[in-house]
């Protein structure tokens, strides 16, 4: 019981620890898949089934519903809060610039590649 006490206690100073380390993200509307609608700050990606009328481009995802920032981190540590809803399965993670936006949906995983 002590350590779980001890543990509660502690919660809201890991909190803040996490929080120091906090990043701001912006997703780059050109990186988006066509069933994503990014915010104008970039902020919101809200999924739709409708595919939506977006120039093509080759940093444009194709086959995988993924959308990258529009800064990346070369080190150190980053926190970020996300909240999601309206889907019953979501991935949300880091990967890197060349990742594959075209052809094969197994190769646009993100999480994926030799790099």
């Known amino acids: 019981i002590n350590l779980l006490l001890f543990i509660r206690s502690q919660v809201p100073v890991t909190k803040k620890l996490f929080q120091s380390y906090a990043s701001e ?6 990186t988006a898949h066509p069933k994503l609608i990014i915010s104008p700050k970039g902020d919101l990606a809200e999924y739709t089934d409708t595919w939506q009328e977006v120039p093509e481009n080759p940093s444009r995802f194709d086959t995988t ?15 970020w809060e996300v909240q999601v809803s309206g889907k019953t399965y979501w991935e949300i993670g880091l990967t890197y610039p060349s990742i ?3 052809g094969r949906e197994e190769d646009c995983w993100l999480g994926r590649g030799d790099e």
Request: hydrophobic content about 30%; charged content about 30%; proline content about 8%.
């Open 65 to 79: 519903l993924n959308a990258i920032s529009r800064q990346g981190f070369r080190e150190g540590r980053h926190y």
């Open 100 to 102: 594959p936006r075209k």
């Open 25 to 30: 993200v912006v997703l780059d509307p050109t």
